[in-house]
């Protein structure tokens, strides 16, 4: 009686293997970047996301304070490394976004001002697979990443020079 269950269920290991093989195998998940992604990938990246996110984030406070300096680097710093996809504080898409597959969120309209400053530190750092989120860790320092953390996290209540030079940023290809 066990020796059939363990069988069966080795059968249906197997058995589904073989048909994830031929199915990616012959093309039947799309690979083409301006079709929308299929219900199994948009379950399989969130929860993914959340787990990882859940086990890796630091909890943590920002290093650096959120004052008018950093505030203002980090202004600087999104529209260098973030505005062509994310988009400036109109919240429209550059042509860049319009063609990406997964729509980059923009930031202008739907921020992460309420997500913890570990999370969005750790996405800034790690970048995310499934998107076209890149990592900088190679590219931007730890005081820049923080920088650009901090401006993200108070995106929505900066002081007056960060959110004039925030409002004057104006993405590329808008």
């Not at 066990?2 to 799309?30: N, Y």
């Not at 948009?42 to 290093?63: E, G």
């Not at 600087?76 to 898409?93: E, F, I, M, P, W």
Request: aromatic share 8%; hydrophobic share 40%.
């Amino acid at each position: 009686m066990l020796r059939g269950i363990l069988a069966g269920a080795l059968l249906v290991i197997f058995a589904t293997a073989i048909a994830g093989f031929v199915i990616i195998q012959t093309g039947t998940i799309p690979a083409n970047a301006d079709d929308k992604p299929p219900p199994f990938e948009r379950w399989a990246a969130k929860t993914s996301l959340r787990a990882t996110l859940s086990r890796s984030a630091p909890a943590v406070d920002a290093p650096i304070p959120a004052d008018n300096a950093n505030l203002l680097a980090g202004v600087k710093l999104y529209g260098q490394n973030c505005a062509v996809c994310h988009g400036d504080s109109t919240g429209k898409r550059t042509n860049i976004a319009k063609g990406l597959y997964q729509k980059p969120p923009q930031l202008g309209r739907h921020g992460v001002e309420d997500d913890p400053v570990g999370e969005t530190y750790w996405k800034v750092v790690h970048g995310l697979r499934w998107t076209g989120m890149p990592s900088f860790r190679t590219t931007l320092n730890q005081t820049q990443i923080w920088q650009l953390t901090l401006f993200l996290k108070n995106m929505d209540h900066l002081p007056p020079a960060a959110q004039r030079a925030w409002r004057q940023m104006k993405a590329q290809g808008a």
